[in-house]
């Protein structure tokens, strides 16, 4: 680009965003009433300078100063809209802006022409900070790429990054810096959500953490032991009995980790052929939910219980541990078939689980990539890590997310696969049934 050129795109830019500023301007005068005041307070200096020049009393022999009386007055509408306009754009001009977009650019946020993106909006929801920017022609994948120095250079955590409602806009959802998750954060019967079929994980900086099983069907746990991956597995269970799901778990850890509670509400599997068997009936009643929807016209579950037919109820198979289930090392030959079998049963439950309502929750500490077979694996599209190797949260995340950012003490602190960090609900297992 030679600087004829770039002069020329320097001075669009600064164009477009005074353009930007602008309409930020006028829409915060129209919705935020602070702004009125600025704006009473320009009409008002503007009247009262109007009424002074038209009563400048001035010795019309002075030539010199009959013509800057008339040449104020000629000026004065110019000079007063041109006020106006320097003022709408002043209040669209949020808070450090300046700052903020040079900390980006500092960063290397930049597009090809080496600029960074520019603030629109700042605004507070509780304790939230949203960030509106205009991209500038910065794609999404780079935001994400650059999220850590971007939180570093505004010394605060960036909880979320997604386009605004159109990709003209990108939003960051941000929190101070300091702020920290509390050790503990207890379960309340209040946070069970009756929407089919969400379920709630624990407390991120920004509010909750929450998936629904209707849209995005399976879960895999990680973290190395003592992370808290039974407590959170357990949490989501009790959520799932409670909202009238058949439950099967599959627990080969010594059945220490489940209480009777659980075997009253669940249906618990502790050996290999019950699994399989469990598992072919599994595929079974997915193949007949096939041929019912087909005959209703239905697409998914949701749709069909909404019809006037007997209700189905969603079905969630959780595996506490699915190394121990599937790792295949050592095994003769007859024992290695029935896992392979098993191993098929679990990947068309994950390949066509969502639109028949049956669900996987699978759990692992053990970082071993071929445990988990590709099938399975690339179905799960929520997956959490708590405290974790570099290994163990490669394979769960794609990332060192769970390494890097969750200290190695912690105990019920995960981390999303797409970085919301969260502390998972503890509750008391004996008592949650009985209310
Ligand atoms: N959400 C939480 N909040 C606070 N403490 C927790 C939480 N989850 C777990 N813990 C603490 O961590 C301990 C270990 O949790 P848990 O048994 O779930 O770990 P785990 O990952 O399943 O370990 P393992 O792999 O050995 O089975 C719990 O006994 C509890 O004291
Ligand atoms: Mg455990």
């Known amino acids: 680009m030679n600087t004829q050129n770039k002069f020329e795109l320097e001075r669009d830019t600064r164009l477009k965003y005074q353009f930007l500023r602008f309409k930020t301007g006028i829409y915060n005068i129209i919705h935020k009433k ?47 809209i041109g006020g106006f306009i320097v003022l709408i754009v ?17 960063v290397g946020l930049v597009n090809h022409a080496g600029q960074s993106p520019l ?15 205009e991209p500038n022609g910065i794609p999404l994948s780079d935001w994400d790429d650059k999220k850590e120095d971007i939180e570093t250079a505004l010394n605060m955590h960036v909880e979320n990054i997604r386009y605004g409602k159109s990709r003209a806009k990108i939003v960051l959802q941000t929190i101070s810096g300091n702020e920290n998750l509390p050790e503990v954060v207890h379960w309340k019967d209040k946070y069970l959500s009756d929407e089919d079929f969400i379920l709630i994980f624990g407390q991120s900086r920004t509010g909750q953490t929450k998936i629904n099983l209707a849209k ?48 009253e509400r669940c249906n618990i599997i502790t050996e290999e052929n019950a699994l399989l068997e469990i598992l072919t009936d599994l595929v079974d009643e997915l193949e007949n939910r096939k041929q019912v929807f087909r005959e209703y016209g239905c697409a998914n579950i949701s749709e069909y219980n909404k019809m006037n037919a007997p209700k189905i109820k969603r079905i969630v198979f959780a595996c506490d541990e699915v190394a121990e289930v599937l790792d295949k090392t050592g095994l003769s030959k007859d024992a290695k078939e029935l896992v392979t079998q098993i191993e098929g049963k679990l990947s068309i439950l994950a390949r066509q689980g969502r639109a028949f309502g049956i669900h996987l929750i699978l759990a692992t500490q ?64 004996k008592a949650v049934f009985t209310h």
């Open 34 to 80: 602070w702004t009125w005041f600025a704006v009473v307070a320009y009409i008002f200096i503007a009247i009262v300078i109007k009424y002074w020049l038209d009563n400048w009393t001035y010795d019309a022999s002075d030539i010199g100063m009959t013509i800057n009386n008339i040449g104020f007055r000629m000026m004065f509408p110019f000079l007063s």
């Open 90 to 106: 002043f209040l669209g001009t949020p808070k450090e802006a300046k700052k903020i977009n040079q900390s980006l650019n500092i």
């Open 119 to 133: 603030l629109l909006k700042r605004y507070k929801e509780n304790s939230i900070t949203i960030m509106e920017f």
């Open 216 to 263: 995005i069907p399976h879960i895999l746990l990680g973290g190395s032991t003592g992370s808290g991956k039974s407590v959170l597995l357990k949490l989501l269970i009790m959520q799932c009995v409670k909202k009238d799901a058949e439950v099967f778990i599959a627990d080969f850890k010594g059945g220490v980790d489940f209480l009777p509670v659980w075997h």
């Open 366 to 429: 053990r970082p071993d990539a071929t445990i988990l077979s590709g099938q399975i694996r690339n179905n799960i599209d929520f997956r959490v890590c708590g405290r974790a190797d570099n290994v163990l949260s490669q394979i769960i995340l794609d990332n060192t997310n769970a390494a890097d950012k969750i200290p190695k003490d912690s105990q019920g602190l995960f981390i999303t696969h797409d970085g919301v960090i969260f502390k998972g609900y503890l509750f008391d297992e």
